[in-house]
């Protein structure tokens, strides 16, 4: 199990039926991360994932596949387990995780 944080980042999920659209990021690990979404993602589906960072010049980008999709009274929280991502991606999850303490 890997180390997680807390954050709240803004995210875009590129959904082919709809194009980018709009989640937040609740929790990241080097693995993946939590989402919060008012739609349901499909369990098993790959997605394109960009992560607004605040305080960077750049977002992350990476690829994901959905590992679950639970119902919440405020819409879908799911997992998204990392299936590639570049280098400048890895490096600043790395900073998030070993840098901050969490973002509220």
């Not at 590992?67 to 405020?74: I, L, N, Q």
């Not at 997992?79 to 400048?88: C, E, H, I, P, T």
């Not at 991606?89 to 900073?95: G, L, V």
Request: proline share 4%.
């Amino acid at each position: 199990m890997s180390q997680r944080r807390h954050f709240s980042f803004d995210t875009k999920v590129l959904m082919d039926d709809i194009g980018p659209y709009s989640v937040i990021t609740v929790n990241v690990s080097r693995h993946g991360l939590g989402l919060l979404s008012h739609r349901l993602l499909d369990i098993g589906r790959n997605y394109a994932i960009a992560i607004a960072v605040p305080d960077s010049p750049r977002r992350i980008n990476a690829w994901g596949t959905v590992v679950y999709c639970d119902s919440t009274p405020d819409g879908f929280q799911a997992g998204v387990r990392f299936l590639d991502m570049d280098a400048y991606s890895r490096a600043c999850i790395d900073d998030l995780l070993t840098s901050h303490e969490g973002v509220r």
